[in-house]
């Protein structure tokens, strides 16, 4: 019997006995799928199994409570979402609390540029690391910060106010909610590019420095734009410009920064985080609502008079631009020579 003819024979019973096990692993392997698929997918229709507590890392009145008791109010997950308000170190109280919840998906932080980007180059030991021990949920909105001034000191514009502040050197103080936040640097940027020089007050939040603006006992700031805006329209202090590269409609006759010092752009944004380690259905479910609940036209209405900008995002997108983030601000920082006290 020709060779060939064994040959032949001996491929064709190897393709039998071949065509069974293949069926048999191309089985194990789609029911091994349809297990995960099934677990993952119980994983999610189980969460939560609790209330949420919703960290955010400021006192009540600013814009990440606002945003917070938003989301709160809105959430439709089968439990309330209680806000958790743990001002404290820029931030970093809070967010730590957070970075060290169980990785359950239960406890989530309303992120800040500060928390997230900001004070890893500003603080010489940081409780928390701002990437690995988080889970990126989504952005939620930005904002420009607001300069305001008390309404004695005799500037109207941000040149006048340049101009007074080269006369009269260290005379005038501006206010913070805390070191490393956006309100913080925004004024550290300020006297890099201007060549100018003036004392930062921290405070444990914003409606402690408020009354000290007021008052006089300050006399600028660079606030979040949701807080200060009410405020300057009501005549309780004077807002001379924006911090964003362009004008928000919010305040479209109020000029920026950047249109007298070029090169000055500061933008405030806010975003949501889980502790690292949740599970992605959990990361999804969540992620999920946010975009439904900041995605209503009740909550765009009130974010657009408050001057807040929705800016929502995958969990993979919020990971890319917090990255850039704080490459961005570690700059700034160095550049201005700031650090906590």
């Keep these: ?66 945003l917070a008791r938003l989301f709160s109010e809105k959430a439709q997950l089968g439990f309330p979402v209680v806000v958790d308000n743990r001002p404290g170190a820029g931030g970093n109280i809070g967010a730590d609390n957070v970075a060290k919840s169980p990785g359950d998906g239960h ?91 003036m004392e930062h007050v921290p405070y444990k939040g914003r409606q402690f420095a408020i009354p000290d603006l007021i008052g006089g006992s300050i006399q600028l700031m660079f606030d979040n734009m949701p807080s200060a805006l009410p405020m300057a329209k009501e005549g309780k202090i004077r807002a001379l410009a924006q911090t964003t590269a362009t004008r928000s409609p919010a305040a479209p006759d109020i000029p920026t920064v950047g249109e007298s010092v070029p090169g000055f752009e500061a933008t405030t944004w806010f975003a949501m ?28 209405e009130r974010l657009k008079t408050l001057g807040l900008d929705p800016v929502l995002s995958s969990p993979a997108e919020l990971a890319r631009y917090q990255a850039n983030e704080i490459v961005k601000w570690a700059k700034v920082v160095k550049d201005s020579g700031a650090k906590a006290q």
């Design 1 to 66: 019997m020709p060779i060939n003819h064994f040959r032949s024979r001996i491929t064709s019973t190897r393709a039998q006995l071949a065509s069974p096990i293949k069926r048999q692993v191309g089985l194990s392997l789609l029911l091994l799928s349809l297990g995960a698929f099934s677990a993952t997918s119980a994983v999610a229709q189980a969460f939560p199994t609790k209330p949420l507590r919703l960290v955010v890392t400021f006192p009540s009145g600013g814009a990440p409570d606002i």
């Design 107 to 197: 406890t989530i932080v309303m992120g800040t540029v500060g928390t997230h980007s900001i004070n890893g180059a500003l603080y010489e030991k940081m409780p928390y690391d701002m990437v690995k021990d988080f889970s990126p949920i989504s952005l939620i909105a930005s904002a420009p910060n607001l300069l305001v001034v008390n309404n004695a000191l005799p500037v109207k514009n941000v040149p006048e106010l340049i101009a007074y502040m080269k006369a009269n050197p260290n005379k005038l103080s501006f206010g913070s909610p805390g070191i490393g936040t956006s309100v913080h640097v925004s004024g550290e940027l300020f006297k890099s590019l201007t060549g100018t020089t």
């Design 273 to 300: 985080f889980a502790p690292a380690n949740v599970p992605r259905p959990v990361i999804d479910k969540l992620n999920a609502e946010v975009l439904r609940v900041f995605k209503l036209p009740e909550v765009q």
